[in-house]
């Protein structure tokens, strides 16, 4: 790999920051699309978890394509094919709010999650050879702390803008007149068109910039080729199963809490809609900034297991209290589990590949792989929450078993420590 200069390097890292930022975005307006959508389209809850299916099990099925493309294209046409699979996803938003047709809106969604899939994939490496390698985990580190700056914007913005602040109950909607009824419902499908449309013109503006801007290129050799026995070697190991199981399940409560959040903030909280989504924002996503900050500050002080386990442990205690609790109590709560969820990913990321040497790779892949958690738990989560005859609090049974495995990964015997993260999300 040639080595890069300051010059040389220092616009193409701000180009690969702003893709961080954008995917957050992404992702965290999903937390306004689930509530939002279950009004519009008359979901009940596990049909609206369905939005986070759509993508996350996109990530689940698009590593190994997005690693046959840049392997043979190189990593700048991954990251603008990965912008133009964005940007398709998020205008299939105009015709799905036309004809209210969730089946076009979830497809949009898989659409924008196999591209923000392949964008991860081309970026997170990119950023950490645009320099010096000694430097390489702080530029991820500060890379990512604009993907933590989405979690606050995003919902807090995208909640004022689509967002109406207009609920009727199912008897409500039924007394209405039937052109009064699907005028609101229409209205209220629409209220995605402008944010969506301003988004996708961004990601194609982003896109031209990548292709009109002279990058330099990174190609991976044979080398960088995982074939399915390294797989089952990195497998053979335990603490990367537990890894890839541990992660699987933080994925799945992170997910899981913060779809349900405005819902809960609304039922439960005792805020209209456009509150609960500001606490969301200004919120939760201000307090697992603090959280990402202040835990890697932490680790120079506590081992990364120890803080893990004491961060789980609280996590668990402040779903006991979102489950039991009433009033506001239950949305700082909420906003408490942004503080300890925080540092969780990074973690038994970084825990799971210390020591495995030549399985660094395919355990890297596997742990990636698992965050396929997003898709499973929260549908899980909806069903529950069903059955319970829309008792949103029954549904947090869901990520409270999720931090006991995080606590017990966290607990048993074996797991290597380090003093330093390797990646983040």
Known sequence: MPSLTSKQYRLPFILITSLFFLWGV???????????????????????????????????????????????????????????????????????ADTRAYGIFITGLFIIGSGLALLETAANPYATVLGPPESSTARLNLAQAFNGLAVMLAPAIGGDIILSGKEFTADQLTAMPDAERISYLASEAEAVKLPYIILGVVLLVVAAVFIRIKLPEIREGESGKVSLKQFTHALRNKNVVWAVVAQFFYVGAQVCVTSIFIRTAKNIGGVDEKTAAAYLGWGYGLAFMIGRFSGTALMTKISPKKLLAIYAFMSALLTIVAITATGKGVIFALIGLG???????????????????????????????????????????????????DKIQMGYFVPLLCYFVILIYSLRKGTPGTSELKTGH
């Open 26 to 96: 992404a992702h965290n307006l999903d937390s306004i699309l689930i509530p939002h959508l279950k009004k519009a389209c008359q979901l009940n809850n596990r049909s609206s978890m369905l939005v986070d299916t759509a993508v996350f099990i996109a990530y689940f099925l698009m590593p190994i394509p997005a690693g046959l493309i840049i392997r043979k294209w190189g990593y700048r046409i991954g990251i603008v094919c990965g912008l133009l699979l964005f940007a398709l996803g998020v205008f299939l938003f105009v015709p799905a």
């Open 339 to 389: 503080f300890f969820m925080s540092i969780m990913f990074p973690t038994i990321f970084s825990l799971g590949i210390q020591g495995v040497r030549e399985d660094t790779k395919p355990a890297s892949s596997l742990i990636v792989m698992s965050i396929v958690g997003g898709a499973i738990l929260p549908f899980i989560m909806g069903a529950i929450i069903d059955m319970a005859g």
